[in-house]
């Protein structure tokens, strides 16, 4: 069973999930890290869940598509990542201070605006 450690505030939380466990569907029904983990849509699309990796980094498969477009190039450079586009199978740390989730990704129009 993986071991997560969850910094907040400087303070460390550690608990012992199940394996394949994603941290924003365990915080959605009130699970750790809830209620330390800030996150929002649970789909890859909001930036709220934006999280640096402490340690266990290694184990992380690469980024998605998803992190790349919410993340950028910059934030995923200094071990950032959406927690919820994450299932784990290996211990990780992780932490949220000093993170500023990344502003909302806007979907561009396809069509032309009706005049
Ligand atoms: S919760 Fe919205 S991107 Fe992860």
Known sequence: MPQITFRKDGAD?????????NLV???????????HLRYGCGMGKCGKCASRILAGAEHLPEPNWKERQVLGEE?????????CQLWLHHDLALTQDGVTPPPPVRATPILPPRG
């Open 25 to 35: 569907v365990r915080a959605g029904i009130r699970k750790f890290p809830w209620p």
């Open 75 to 83: 934030r995923l450079a200094e071990g950032c990542r959406l927690v």
């Open 13 to 21: 939380t550690s608990e012992a999930v199940a394996d394949n466990t």
